[in-house]
């Protein structure tokens, strides 16, 4: 069985995914301490910034990308991915 390996295109790509998931998640966490409820106006805030692709979403970019190249590590793959964002993305 021939062992196939990710290319930096699809590790850039696994790692975005990545972020939306985490940015949805923060903005939910913030949105249920700040009021204690969800209704739908939060709903639909914590939806938009969960799937923006705007520049406010490079902080989880590259958090995930950090946390992705560690995990890698950990399990003994090297990667090596740049800075992710990339600066002209910021």
Excluded: C
Excluded at 16 to 23: E, P, R
Excluded at 42 to 56: L, N, R
């Amino acid at each position: 069985m021939e062992r196939q390996t990710m290319n930096t295109q699809e590790h850039k790509l696994l790692i975005g995914m990545l972020a939306t998931q985490l940015a949805l998640t923060s903005e939910l966490i913030a949105t249920l301490r700040e009021n204690g409820t969800l209704g739908e106006p939060d709903q639909q805030k914590i939806w938009k910034a969960a799937i923006s692709t705007g520049p406010e979403k490079n902080y989880f970019l590259s958090q995930v990308s950090q946390l992705y190249q560690g995990m890698a590590a950990a399990l003994g793959l090297k990667l090596e991915l740049g800075e992710f964002p990339p600066k002209a993305s910021r």
